[in-house]
């Protein structure tokens, strides 16, 4: 099946029924919002054994691969209907009256409104998860946004299918069908279209950071800018203290040769770079790190253009002067499959060379070994914004260098203490995003209930009486809402 590219008339009808729908859909009860995800979840997971055979022949993941990713979308939709309902993201808050007071004080109360019409563009390495029905379409869902989707060139076909299911859960519910729309567009010009179109108000994106600064220069040529919620990789450093490392080398050498090949390296959360000081301790993480690497057979990457993307970057890598192979898996003689490898170079190199803290996406990871401390502090303090850093320390060393640790917090999104960077769980202390550029807004997650934030914006009543304020708002506070009255947290009606 070959799909389309839209057209620009076609973009430009999308919109304007995207924004039609929204005047109606952002008035919508967070019950109803709830309600819709929750629907999108059924008809998701009724889709079958079809639905993963179809995904498996257009991404070379595996059955089992794809079973878990969709189970977690089903379970990321039903969480963020439950996040809607809650409605915590709202963050209302009230300050009441005082009449006495000279001059007078107003009654303020503050809620959030949806931005309006939202382009997402999925990822190509999670084709549920972050994808059409993957948590950027969720969390403006739940915020009472409507959604164009362009799917992903990589997986058309899978993205039709779950278009249909939500367009299904959508006509089930009996709600307008133009709350989401589906579009097609290999080219740039579809994606700038969508981006430029004055009815869109807000972007979400995942992939690489090419495309996200694109569309955030796009976004920001317009004559109202407006958010880019793009996430565009990362390293995802790895800081390896010699203490713990003496006590536990080879069972991080384990973790890390299954950490860096999982997926085939296809994650965002690869850790690319891991940085240790020499020693004994070093030398045989190294050392069983490459042993294992070459262990591990070649797998099947997502397309020929990642695989051959990987191939290029991968070695031009270790062609850098110092950098010296620690372990690689044999090559496959395939255009699609990437090789397992780790490589390695002094600390003074890496500083010198900002080829080397580049990533690269794929089952890859460079070692720096460091002098001392210091050269390790030297290198943190280098570093760009990371999704994710890594400690692999004792409590001990932690607070000894609390210094070298809070700049290596300032660097990223999530720390992590002695374990791996990859996977990343739903739930409403996930921070998943960092500093540009592994994000163009550090303030937000793309994961987790508090991902509704992105797509929604304060607003204050000031001096409305108690019917004509929204529910959230209201004295008796009929939706159960924690809100914060008169600096007060309480379910408590007025």
């Known amino acids: ?32 919002r709830a309600a819709l995800m929750r629907a999108i979840a059924v008809e998701l997971d009724s889709l079958g054994e079809d639905l993963i055979q179809v995904t498996m022949s257009e991404t070379n993941l595996t059955e ?87 799917a992903h060139p990589a997986h058309p076909k899978t993205s039709d299918m779950v278009a249909g299911a939500i367009k299904s859960a959508l006509k089930k519910l009996g709600m307008d069908e133009n709350i989401f729309i589906h579009l097609h567009g290999a080219s740039n010009q579809v994606g700038e279209a969508l981006v430029k179109h004055s009815a869109t108000k807000a972007v979400g994106f995942t992939g690489s950071y090419q495309g996200g600064m694109a569309l955030f220069h796009w976004a920001n040529e317009r004559r109202e800018p407006i958010p880019v919620f793009a996430e565009m990789g990362s390293v995802n450093p790895v800081y390896l203290f010699p203490e713990k490392l003496n006590d536990n080398a080879a069972l991080f050498a384990q973790q890390y040769a299954e950490s860096i090949t999982l997926g085939v390296g296809q994650f965002c959360t690869n850790p690319g770079l891991i940085i240790g000081i020499e020693s004994d301790a070093l030398s045989v993480f190294v050392s069983q790190l490459g042993e294992k690497i070459t262990s591990i057979a070649a797998g099947k990457m997502l397309h020929e253009g990642i695989a ?21 898996a044999s090559n496959a003689n395939d255009t699609i499959s990437g090789t397992p490898m ?4 002094d600390a003074d190199t ?22 001392d401390i210091n050269q390790l502090h030297q290198i943190a ?53 960092g500093p540009f550029p592994a994000t163009t807004d550090a303030r937000f997650t793309s994961v987790g209930g508090d991902a509704i934030k992105r797509f929604a914006r304060p607003v204050s009543y000031q001096n409305f009486s108690n019917a004509l304020l929204p529910e959230e708002l209201k004295n008796e506070n009929p939706l159960q ?14």
């Open 350 to 371: 890496f500083l010198s060379n900002p080829l080397l803290a580049e990533e690269v996406f794929g089952p890859f990871s460079l070692v720096v070994r460091c002098k």
């Open 342 to 345: 780790v490589a390695t170079v």
């Open 308 to 328: 051959s993307a990987y191939k290029i970057k991968s070695q031009k890598a270790i062609e850098q002067n110092a950098v010296q192979l620690a372990g690689s």
């Open 64 to 150: 089992v691969r794809l079973k878990g990713e969709r189970a977690r979308t089903v379970f990321q939709l039903n969480s963020y209907a439950d996040a809607c309902e809650r409605g915590d993201w709202l963050e209302v808050s009230i300050n009441t009256a005082d009449t006495a007071r000279v001059p007078p004080k107003p009654d303020i109360r503050k809620t959030k409104f949806p931005l309006g019409p939202v382009v997402v563009f999925g990822s190509s390495n999670f084709p549920f998860a972050y994808s059409t029905a993957g948590g950027d379409t969720a969390s403006a869902l739940a915020a009472g946004c409507t959604v164009i989707v362009k």
């Open 1 to 32: 099946m070959i799909f389309k590219d839209a057209t620009l008339q076609d973009v430009d009808q999308a919109l304007v029924q995207s924004s039609a729908a929204f005047a109606d859909y952002a008035q919508t009860s967070l019950k109803v």
């Open 381 to 433: 303090s280098s570093m760009k914004g990371q999704l994710t850093s890594t400690l692999i320390a004792t409590e001990g060393e932690l607070q000894k260098h609390s210094k070298l640790v809070q700049t290596i917090a300032s660097t990223c999104g999530r720390l992590i203490l002695n374990g791996v960077p990859t996977g990343v769980e739903v739930c409403l202390s996930m921070q998943h995003g």
């Open 481 to 494: 809402l924690w809100r914060t009255v008169n600096d007060q947290l309480t379910k408590n009606a007025l």
